[in-house]
Nanobody, 114 residues
């Protein structure tokens, strides 16, 4: 299973970014997906998840600002991030998991700063 993230960058507070992740090497429609992040000096935390049945959950800190979605035809998962705050600064990782694997991508840096 191989995951590649894209879409990170530098954005001002209040701005938006859209992260994308392409997943290969597995039956994408039968995989649970998620976005995680890790800020300097902190543990990796779950940001948003979408199951194979399209059940969605968010961390309280991003609820109402971030939107996760998946496109099974393109093997893609997205994270639309609006109203970004400096506390959202982190490396963001795409995650794909089934009972036999739990894989992450290499990460993409998101920096929110004026």
């Amino acid at each position: 299973v191989h995951l590649v993230e894209s879409g990170g960058g530098l954005v001002q507070p209040g701005g938006s970014l859209r992260l994308a992740c392409v997943v290969s090497g597995t039956d994408f429609s039968n995989v649970d997906l998620g976005w995680y992040r890790q800020a300097p000096g902190k543990q990796r935390e779950m940001v948003a998840g979408v199951t194979r049945r399209n059940h969605i959950n968010y961390a309280d800190s991003v609820q109402g600002r971030f939107t996760i979605s998946r496109d099974n035809a393109k093997n893609m998962v997205y994270l639309q991030m609006n109203s970004l705050k400096p506390d959202d600064t982190a490396v963001y990782y795409c995650n794909a998991r089934r009972f036999e694997f739990d894989e992450y991508g290499q990460g993409t840096q998101v920096t929110v700063s004026s």
